[in-house]
């Protein structure tokens, strides 16, 4: 079984509220040889929310507490990215995922490169905090 972020499947659930259909993913979910997820709205943030951004460092630096995840107009959403992340690695434990299909970019799925904190469209290195937590746990992670 493989793991896949939500948007990219077609799923409207983006910071926008809109997908980011792959339609290669969309494939693999329609053949339940994938799941589906976005562990931003399983750590309880809406659909149609304001954009978020790492701070400082990245997604592993967050989950150290190092570095705090804030929306665009300043508010904390740390919590909820961990949570979304550790619900993640949870479904994808019991599915036995090993591996895992990511947005690119963002906040919580990006792997190589994320925005800088900045909310001005600078990307960074790094990795967003569900694809952090799931190389930590061994899954093998792609950015999409």
């Known amino acids: ?8 499947a077609g799923i409207d659930c983006c910071f926008d509220g809109k997908g980011r259909l792959n339609k290669k993913i969309k494939k693999l979910v329609r ?32 989950l150290k507490g190092k570095t705090r995840v804030k929306d665009k107009r300043g ?9 979304g992340a550790y619900a993640v690695l949870k479904i994808a434990k019991e599915n036995k995922v090993k591996r895992a299909f990511l947005k690119s970019k963002s906040p919580s799925c990006g792997l190589n490169q994320i925005y800088d904190g900045t909310f ?3 990307l960074k290195k ?8 799931l190389k930590k746990e ?6 999409i």
């Open 120 to 122: 001005k469209k600078r």
């Open 1 to 8: 079984m493989i793991l896949v972020s939500a948007c990219l």
């Open 31 to 62: 053949e339940k040889k994938a799941i589906a997820l976005c562990p931003e709205i399983l750590g309880g943030l809406r659909i149609r929310r304001l954009a978020a951004e790492i701070l400082k460092g990245d997604g592993r630096d967050v």
């Open 138 to 143: 061994g899954i093998k992670v792609r950015e």
């Open 126 to 133: 790094g990795s967003g905090v569900l694809a952090a937590l």
């Open 75 to 83: 508010r904390d959403v740390t919590e909820n990215f961990i949570l």
